[in-house]
């Protein structure tokens, strides 16, 4: 399989779960938010806990085996926060930085932003939500392919 097609299994994923408001699964931990998607020998998983204030781990297996992980970590900082802003705005993800939104993204009074160090194989990044331009949400993500 190769790179074009994972990225694009991993976009699908990402759209048919949290991104899409897909249900979640079996909590993997007391009080974690699981969401899983399967197509043939991948396996897209997503869990975290919290809300406001929340950490959590992407990861996608070929044949049952890890081949990439992105962990990330956020908060609300500030008032009108919408879940359905942020959930639009990573459905908009793209195959040239399939890791959360687009580079910037706007619906309304609200602004996402996500900048990006690295590639698919190692990558650093933050991603934030202006409400008016003031900044009322934050995220940190790191990851790339496991070995």
Same mark, same amino acid.
């Given at each position: 399989?190769?790179?074009? +097609?994972?990225? &694009? @299994?991993?976009?699908?994923?990402?759209?048919?779960?949290?991104?899409?408001?897909?249900? $979640?699964?079996?909590?993997?931990?007391?009080?974690?938010?699981?969401? /899983?998607?399967?197509?043939?020998?991948?396996?897209?998983?997503?869990?975290?806990? !919290?809300?406001?204030? @929340?950490? !959590?781990?992407?990861?996608?297996?070929?044949?049952?085996?890890?081949?990439?992980?992105?962990?990330?970590?956020?908060?609300?900082?500030?008032?009108? @926060?919408?879940?359905?802003?942020?959930? +639009?705005?990573?459905?908009? /993800?793209?195959?040239?930085?399939?890791?959360?939104?687009?580079?910037?993204?706007?619906?309304?009074?609200?602004?996402?932003?996500?900048? /990006?160090?690295?590639?698919?194989?190692?990558? &650093?990044?933050? $991603?934030?939500?202006?409400?008016?331009?003031?900044?009322?949400? $934050?995220?940190?993500?790191?990851?790339?392919?496991?070995?």
């Amino acid at each position: 399989m190769n790179k074009i +097609d994972i990225i &694009q @299994f991993l976009i699908k994923a990402k759209k048919a779960t949290y991104a899409g408001k897909g249900a $979640e699964t079996v909590s993997s931990r007391p009080a974690s938010h699981d969401l /899983v998607y399967n197509e043939n020998n991948l396996m897209y998983y997503d869990t975290y806990l !919290g809300g406001d204030r @929340f950490a !959590g781990e992407e990861a996608l297996w070929i044949d049952n085996i890890p081949y990439w992980s992105m962990n990330y970590a956020g908060r609300i900082t500030g008032d009108n @926060f919408s879940g359905d802003f942020l959930k +639009d705005a990573l459905s908009h /993800v793209n195959a040239d930085k399939p890791f959360r939104g687009p580079e910037i993204y706007s619906d309304g009074d609200y602004t996402y932003h996500c900048k /990006v160090n690295g590639c698919f194989e190692w990558f &650093q990044g933050y $991603e934030s939500i202006s409400f008016n331009d003031n900044i009322i949400y $934050e995220c940190f993500f790191h990851g790339g392919t496991i070995k």
